[in-house]
C-alpha cells in the first residue's frame, strides 16, 4: 500500500472523531432521528444497519452538511458541524468524503482528471502532484492502467473505484460509505468491497459505513450500530451483534438480511 493515503497527521487517539450528541432532525412531521447520541473512536470502522427507513442515509447527509438537524450537536474531530458558523463548519467538514450510491463522476472527464479535480481546486495544489497523487490512488484501487478512460468507458464497478479514489484524494479523516454496491450489477459487488477491505486493513483512515453487505459488515467493522425509527437500539463488535443479537428487533432484521 502506498504511505502516500496515510493521514498527514496520524489520528489523534485521546478525541472522538465523529460525536453526535443528542441530535434530531425531521422532515415534516417525520421524526427521522430521535434524540441521537454516538460516537467513532478515531481510526475505527463503524457500520450502520437496520431497517430501510431507520435514518442511516440521514446521519452520512446530516455529517456532510447536505442536511441540518433541528436539534443536537455534531463534531468532527473537536470541530462543530452543528451547529456553528459558516466558518468552523467548512473547517470541520473538510475532514470528511463521502462514495455515494450513484458514483456522481464528471461524466466529461477523465478518470485522472476526475480525482485532480478537487484537490487543485479546493486544496490548491499543484496539477503536477495532484496527478501523481491520482495515479498512485488509482493503482490502489486497480485501475492505474485507466487514467485515460471516461466514465463511460468504465463499468460500474470500475466508477465506483474512482469515485473512491476521488474521496481519498482529498486527504479525508473520515471515509462515509453509502451502499456504495447496491446500485452495482452482482458481479461488480465483490471488486468494490475487496477494494474497501484493502484500505480499511492497510490505512489508519476512519470509515463510517451504511451498508446492507452484511458479510462486508463483519469483515470490516471494529463496531456496528443497529437502528431502527431514529435510535441506535443495540451496538457492538461484529461477532456480538451477528451471532448472539441481544434486541428482537436485530433479530428479526438480521433474520430477513441474511
Ligand atoms: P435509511 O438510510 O435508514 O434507509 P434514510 O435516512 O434514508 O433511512 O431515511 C429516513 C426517513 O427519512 C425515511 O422515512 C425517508 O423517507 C425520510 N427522508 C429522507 N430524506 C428526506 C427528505 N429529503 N425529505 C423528506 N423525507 C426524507
Redesign the pocket.
Known sequence: MSADIRLDTPPDTSKELIRFENVTKR??D?T?LDNLCFSVQPGKHVTLI?P???????ILRLLMTLESPEEGTIQVNGDRLFPAPEKERREARKQIGMVFQQFNLFPNMTALRNITEAPVRVLGMSKDEAEERAKELLDLVGLGDRCDAKPTQLSGGQQQRVAIARALAMRPQVLLLDEVTSALDPELVAGVLDVLRDIARSTDITMLC?THEMNFARDISDEVLM?DAGKVIESGSPEKIFSEPEHERTREFLGAVL
Not at 430501510?52 to 440521514?58: A, L
Open positions: 422532515f415534516g417525520t427521522v437496520g430501510s427507513g431507520s435514518g442511516k442515509t440521514t451504511v437502528f
